[in-house]
């Protein structure tokens, strides 16, 4: 049983784009690299999968979670809101309550 072989990113990359471009069939970078056609068209499916990543702005990225992060924060501003106002009430019964008190 042979050991299995690690390829690292570069050489996946230029394996694919030599398929991609027409250069090599997959049969014949299976034959030339010796890896099954298997593995080299899902190198091929994977590549043409994530491509669109690397054209993804970063700004896009942190979009979603600037979205989250201003929802979580709009919900604690209309908690504490909602605290203040029964504060509110409470000082207000408070404070009709102790003028009674002082008018006695």
């Known amino acids: 049983m042979r050991a299995r072989r690690k390829f690292d990113p570069e050489f996946k990359a230029k394996v694919v784009l030599e398929m991609i471009r027409g250069e090599k ?6 034959r030339e690299y010796q890896i099954k056609d298997t593995v080299l068209s899902r190198w091929k499916q994977e590549f043409l ?16 979670q600037d979205v989250a992060r201003m929802q979580e924060l709009e919900r604690m501003v209309g908690r504490m809101a ?11 019964i408070s404070s009709s309550i102790l003028s009674e008190r002082k008018q006695r």
């Open 49 to 64: 999968e994530k491509a669109p990543e690397i054209f993804r702005n970063e700004k896009d990225e942190f979009a979603g």
């Open 25 to 30: 069939g997959l049969m014949q970078a299976s």
């Open 82 to 92: 909602m605290e203040l106002d029964a504060a509110k009430k409470v000082f207000g």
